[in-house]
């Protein structure tokens, strides 16, 4: 999905509020023009060099821009030259959003460590070993040290599960591309060329900087550290039995490509909890179209699935067997009460229309992408709904499940409704940019036909979500700067009239920051999964 203008004023919103103006304008930069160098982002912003450079680097440390190096051909006796570019990565600025998320998931199935872990990686952005070790002893209220081992136990678990990896190559080279490196693909003899898209810079930039999946997710750890968080010299390369040996300052690490002067730097994985959340949203999909039946059987099977479906996306879970989803479904608290019979009956409900999953040779498999499909079509006709009331809903619908264009006697006749009142609740529609209207003109009469363009519309109202989530993000943001003063007084001062006051002002900030989070959940609809 393409950046929407509102989109990019929501991103340059976010960074400014966590970083400052400075940094803000040099990221809306960024996003507006694309790829740049630094010479052309001072020209732009018409910031000072070391500021830019300063504002880069914590873009950079906090995972929101890319550098990478450019080859451009040089003249008749000239080399070629290497270029330094920045790009920023707008779905990371949008995951800011969503870092509370990312630690509920966490919450649910590791330890605190665990937690404290990620937490510090979504604070920080990215942190070397040492400075995980360090954090997680400086944030530790028991008074006892936590030891290396611990930390590293963890990190591993963490990793094995994805939720960490490696960072990405600071500054990749990419090769110029000519238009001969992506040919026209044919579709047959006599079918004319599907020209494929060649990928924009932007995604050559962040494809060539992510690292092989055996670096990206390996667990060789960089520094053998003692629990001071210091290199240790007396211990022993082969810490755990089992675990791969810890390599000497003079040897080179094969498995993690790192030498003895690289650091390794972890960070969160936003790609895996986005996936995670993904599921959560077909689960609710799933529920509220169902029942907690058939959404305990989805789920069971993307238990089941879970470890296959990383190793490779597609648009479907791994296919499995109505044995190994019921083996799956009795694990869980809620699957116990189902018998076999139940499963059984909750995957004939699953295949029927709207078909959220796929059944083939008694092989059942979980549709993502017509699921997902279903819940954008919900959550625009519940928009229609309460912005135009029951009619122009259903009118609406109609024409988004037809799919092609229809003429207002037959809409009118279908949702048995006046003509002359279908017509103008269409034309509320078309001027809302909901509907595409055509006109059809035979000899005197006048025909008007309407459609819905969903690849138009699914933009707009994304579009439309992203003005909202702005403001609401700055109202929370005056609200807050309005009541400074209450928010100050310290709470054992706060009598009569204030504590009223910062009762309203919490009550107020609940409710707005769970708006925020409700519509990040509808922009993670169409915008990332």
Same mark, same amino acid.
């Given at each position: 999905?393409?950046?929407?203008? +509102?989109?990019?004023?929501?991103?340059?919103?976010?960074?400014? &509020? $966590?970083?400052?103006?400075?940094?803000? #304008?040099?990221?809306?930069?960024?996003?507006?023009?694309? !790829?740049?160098?630094?010479?052309?982002?001072?020209?732009?912003?018409?910031?000072?060099?070391?500021?830019?450079?300063?504002?880069?680097?914590?873009?950079?440390?906090?995972?929101?821009?890319?550098?990478? @190096?450019?080859? *451009?051909?040089?003249?008749?006796?000239?080399?070629?030259?290497?270029?330094?570019?920045?790009?920023?990565?707008?779905?990371?600025?949008? $995951?800011? /959003?969503?870092?509370?998320?990312?630690?509920?998931?966490?919450?649910?199935?590791?330890?605190?460590?665990?937690?404290?872990?990620?937490?510090?990686?979504?604070? $920080?952005?990215?942190?070397?070993?040492?400075?995980?070790?360090? @954090?997680?002893?400086?944030?530790?209220?028991?008074?006892?040290?936590?030891?290396?081992?611990?930390?590293?136990?963890?990190?591993?678990? =963490?990793?094995?599960?994805?939720?960490?990896?490696?960072? !990405?190559?600071?500054?990749?080279?990419?090769?110029?591309?000519?238009?001969?490196?992506?040919?026209?693909?044919?579709?047959?003899?006599? %079918?004319?060329?599907?020209?494929?898209?060649?990928?924009?810079?932007?995604?050559?930039?962040?494809?060539?900087?992510?690292?092989?999946?055996?670096?990206?997710?390996?667990?060789?750890?960089?520094?053998?550290?003692?629990?001071?968080? *210091?290199?240790?010299?007396?211990?022993?390369?082969?810490? +755990?039995?089992?675990?791969?040996?810890?390599?000497?300052?003079?040897?080179?690490?094969?498995? %993690?490509?790192?030498?003895?002067?690289?650091?390794?730097?972890?960070?969160?994985?936003? *790609?895996?909890?986005?996936?995670?959340?993904?599921?959560?949203?077909?689960?609710?999909?799933? #529920?509220?179209?169902?029942?907690?039946?058939?959404?305990?059987?989805?789920?069971?099977?993307?238990?089941?699935?879970?470890?296959?479906? #990383?190793?490779?996306?597609?648009?479907?879970?791994?296919?499995?067997?109505? &044995?190994?989803?019921?083996?799956?479904?009795?694990? %869980?608290?809620?699957?116990?009460?189902?018998?076999?019979?139940?499963?059984?009956?909750?995957?004939?409900?699953?295949?029927?229309?709207?078909?959220?999953?796929?059944?083939?040779?008694?092989?059942?498999?979980?549709?993502?992408?017509?699921?997902?499909?279903?819940?954008?079509?919900?959550?625009?006709?519940?928009?229609?709904?309460?912005?135009?009331?029951?009619?122009?809903?259903?009118?609406?619908?109609?024409?988004?499940?037809?799919? @092609?264009?229809?003429?207002?006697?037959?809409?009118?006749?279908?949702?048995?409704?006046?003509? #002359?009142?279908?017509?103008?609740?269409?034309?509320?529609?078309?001027?809302?940019?909901?509907?595409?209207?055509?006109?059809?003109?035979?000899?005197?009469?006048?025909?008007?036909?309407?459609?819905?363009?969903? =690849?138009?519309?699914?933009?707009?109202?994304?579009?439309? /979500?992203? +003005?909202?989530?702005?403001?609401?993000?700055?109202?929370?943001?005056?609200?807050?700067?309005? &009541?400074? *003063?209450?928010?100050?007084?310290? !709470?054992?001062?706060?009598?009569? !009239?204030?504590?009223?006051?910062?009762? &309203?002002?919490?009550?107020?900030?609940?409710?707005?920051?769970?708006?925020?989070?409700?519509?990040?959940?509808?922009?993670?609809?169409?915008?990332?999964?």
């Amino acid at each position: 999905m393409v950046k929407t203008q +509102h989109g990019i004023k929501y991103a340059a919103h976010l960074i400014t &509020n $966590h970083f400052g103006n400075l940094v803000g #304008k040099v990221c809306e930069c960024l996003l507006r023009r694309g !790829p740049l160098n630094l010479q052309a982002i001072i020209r732009f912003t018409g910031v000072k060099e070391t500021s830019v450079k300063n504002s880069l680097l914590v873009l950079i440390q906090h995972n929101c821009v890319q550098s990478f @190096r450019l080859i *451009e051909p040089g003249g008749l006796n000239n080399e070629p030259k290497q270029i330094t570019q920045y790009i920023a990565v707008f779905d990371n600025i949008l $995951h800011r /959003m969503r870092f509370s998320k990312f630690l509920a998931i966490i919450s649910q199935e590791f330890d605190k460590l665990c937690v404290d872990i990620v937490e510090g990686l979504l604070q $920080h952005g990215r942190l070397t070993l040492k400075q995980i070790v360090d @954090r997680a002893n400086n944030y530790n209220k028991t008074g006892n040290s936590i030891g290396l081992d611990a930390v590293q136990e963890s990190l591993r678990k =963490l990793v094995t599960a994805r939720y960490v990896e490696h960072c !990405p190559i600071p500054e990749p080279v990419l090769e110029p591309q000519n238009e001969e490196d992506a040919p026209a693909k044919k579709r047959g003899a006599k %079918s004319a060329k599907i020209v494929v898209e060649p990928e924009t810079l932007e995604q050559r930039a962040l494809a060539a900087a992510l690292p092989m999946e055996a670096k990206r997710f390996s667990l060789v750890m960089d520094i053998e550290l003692n629990d001071d968080g *210091e290199k240790d010299q007396n211990k022993s390369p082969d810490k +755990h039995s089992g675990d791969k040996r810890k390599l000497d300052a003079s040897e080179p690490d094969i498995d %993690s490509e790192t030498t003895k002067d690289e650091v390794v730097l972890w960070r969160a994985n936003f *790609e895996e909890f986005i996936r995670r959340l993904r599921h959560k949203a077909c689960v609710e999909n799933v #529920k509220a179209r169902l029942d907690d039946g058939a959404a305990i059987v989805v789920s069971a099977m993307l238990e089941a699935s879970k470890t296959e479906e #990383k190793k490779v996306k597609t648009a479907s879970s791994v296919p499995l067997s109505v &044995n190994s989803i019921y083996e799956e479904v009795i694990k %869980s608290e809620k699957g116990r009460n189902m018998t076999f019979d139940h499963v059984r009956a909750a995957l004939v409900q699953l295949t029927s229309p709207p078909s959220f999953v796929r059944v083939d040779d008694e092989s059942y498999s979980i549709d993502f992408k017509h699921t997902i499909e279903v819940a954008q079509s919900d959550e625009v006709e519940s928009i229609v709904l309460k912005r135009h009331g029951t009619d122009a809903y259903r009118m609406f619908r109609l024409l988004l499940k037809a799919g @092609r264009l229809l003429e207002t006697d037959k809409i009118a006749d279908a949702v048995f409704v006046e003509k #002359k009142d279908t017509t103008q609740i269409l034309y509320k529609l078309w001027q809302d940019d909901y509907l595409i209207m055509e006109k059809l003109i035979a000899g005197t009469a006048t025909f008007l036909l309407w459609k819905v363009n969903k =690849l138009v519309l699914w933009e707009h109202v994304l579009d439309e /979500m992203f +003005h909202a989530a702005l403001n609401l993000s700055i109202r929370v943001a005056y609200e807050l700067e309005q &009541n400074k *003063e209450i928010l100050d007084i310290p !709470p054992d001062k706060r009598e009569g !009239p204030m504590q009223k006051k910062y009762d &309203n002002l919490r009550k107020m900030r609940i409710l707005m920051e769970s708006s925020q989070m409700n519509l990040d959940d509808a922009i993670m609809l169409f915008h990332d999964f």
